[in-house]
Nanobody
Framework: VQLQASGGGLVQAGGSLRLSCLTS????????MGWFRQAPGKEREFVAAISWSGGDTEYSDSVKGRFTVSRDDAKNTVYLQMNSLKSEDTAVYSC????????????????????WGQGTQVTVSS
């Protein structure tokens, strides 16, 4: 499966953005989908994930209550709605796809995913 993230940009603190990740190839509905981010000089970190069924979601503590992950299997797309953005949310955001059964632990780890898309830059000005 191939993935392409979009929707990033420059926004003021307190603003909102919605990222999209369009996938191509078969089997989207069978993939767990995740969002990760990497800020300059920092390691890639988990942001949010949604199970293949859409029935389970997971968020990092830093975004819980502000970000919402969702999926539209008819459009082969996963979304990340980001509200109340903070300067510390500035990073390159990437989406990833991982086949298999949903595991709350595994879905937060980079090795839980087999395919990655190019990232989209999110910059939050304070």
């Amino acid at each position: 499966v191939q993935l392409q993230a979009s929707g990033g940009g420059l926004v003021q603190a307190g603003g909102s953005l919605r990222l999209s990740c369009l996938t191509s190839g078969r089997g989207f509905s069978s993939y767990n989908m995740g969002w990760f981010r990497q800020a300059p000089g920092k390691e890639r970190e988990f942001v949010a994930a949604i199970s293949w069924s859409g029935g389970d979601t997971e968020y990092s503590d830093s975004v819980k209550g502000r970000f919402t992950v969702s999926r539209d299997d008819a459009k082969n797309t996963v979304y990340l709605q980001m509200n109340s953005l903070k300067s510390e949310d500035t990073a390159v955001y990437s989406c990833a796809a991982g086949p298999g059964l949903y595991s709350r632990r595994l879905i937060t780890m980079t090795y839980g995913y087999s395919s990655w898309g190019q990232g989209t830059q999110v910059t939050v000005s304070s």
